[in-house]
């Protein structure tokens, strides 16, 4: 009878003071796994600002495009590419897979974003990784409007920067490819001075907006701050940042990589609807959210305004 006489009043194990943290790996698929669901409420909540996103970059995409043939008088080479049948499905493909993971890239990273909307977007994945809890509806309003006019400001300052360097990227290929032609004067020491310049402003680029938005949800600080502060973070922690932009990139391109034909677009779009924004904003704030800790909550020399808690919801300057 002993196995009925249960005493819900003793103290259980609970958890010990001292006890050894997991590891990072670990404790990001835990984290993960207890909020999967509202992971993907997020992502639902947002996909409608992403399509937007999509439809900036995919255009984007295609005027640096446009820049590079005219540029680099393909013209009629591209006709010809075109008019042969065996290559035209390949061709195809190909164009729409590079677009596609472009335009996916540009906006989970994000650089093409309404900004307003990420930073709602951002504090319920920035929460999710803190486990502070939230609404996800509520707070994602909430968030969007507190922090409307920077995230108008930053959303502007990302579009412009990325339109640029696509542009600058487009150019550069079209004058190197083209060498033989009207651009055979231009030295090679300039070209490889110009795609460094590029390479390296786009990925700084890709790194500053890791920190730009949780930084934004976390203080209350001015767009100077902002700027300086994830400037900081991101040449300070250069190569790890490098490295999740790494993982970014082969997370985005696997359904690229082990589909092919039509289910790859498909595949693609699918996961986007339901997961990939959400999914790749949630390990990005899992990995700033420590750097973020160190070298701003932690620091009190950091130049940054007080943190924002649930008293003080800080109004944006």
């Known amino acids: ?40 409420g997020a992502n639902f909540l947002y996909l409608p600002s992403a399509i937007i996103s999509l439809f900036v970059a995919t255009l984007i995409f295609l005027v640096a495009a446009s820049l590079f043939v005219t540029l680099e008088g393909s013209d009629n080479a591209i006709a010809q590419f075109l008019q042969n049948k065996e290559t035209t499905e390949m061709a195809r493909q190909t164009i729409v897979t590079v677009i596609a993971f472009t335009a996916i890239t540009t906006t989970v990273i994000p650089i093409f974003a309404v900004g307003p909307l990420y930073a709602g977007f951002t504090y319920l994945l920035r929460s999710f990784v803190t486990e502070n809890p939230v609404f996800l509806w509520h707070d994602f309003k909430t968030k969007t409007r507190s922090n409307f006019k920077l995230g108008l400001k930053v959303g502007l300052t990302n579009f412009l920067a990325g339109f640029f360097l696509m542009v600058d990227a487009a150019a550069y290929m079209a004058i190197s490819n083209n060498s033989q032609g009207q651009f055979s004067n231009v030295p090679s020491f300039i070209l490889f001075v110009a795609i460094a310049v590029i390479l390296f402003l786009s990925l700084l680029l890709m790194m500053v907006n890791l920190y730009v938005y949780p930084i934004m949800v976390t203080f209350n600080v001015t767009y100077k701050q902002l700027y300086k502060n994830a400037v900081i973070l991101s040449l300070l922690r250069w190569i790890p940042n490098l490295l999740i932009l790494i993982l970014n990139a082969v997370l985005i391109a696997l359904p690229f990589l082990f589909m092919f034909g039509n289910s790859t677009l498909v595949i693609s779009t699918v996961l986007y609807i339901f997961f990939t924004p959400a999914f790749i904003g949630f390990l990005n704030n899992f990995y700033v959210n ?28």
């Open 1 to 40: 009878m002993k196995l009925f006489k249960l005493d819900f009043n003793k103290d259980g194990k609970g958890i010990e003071k001292d006890a050894p943290q997991k590891r990072a790996f670990f404790r990001f698929w835990i984290r993960f796994w207890e909020k999967r669901y509202s992971i993907i």
């Open 290 to 317: 420590n750097t973020i800790k160190k070298y701003l909550i932690d620091n009190e020399s950091a130049d940054k305004s007080k943190e924002i808690t649930e008293e003080v919801e800080g109004d944006v300057i």
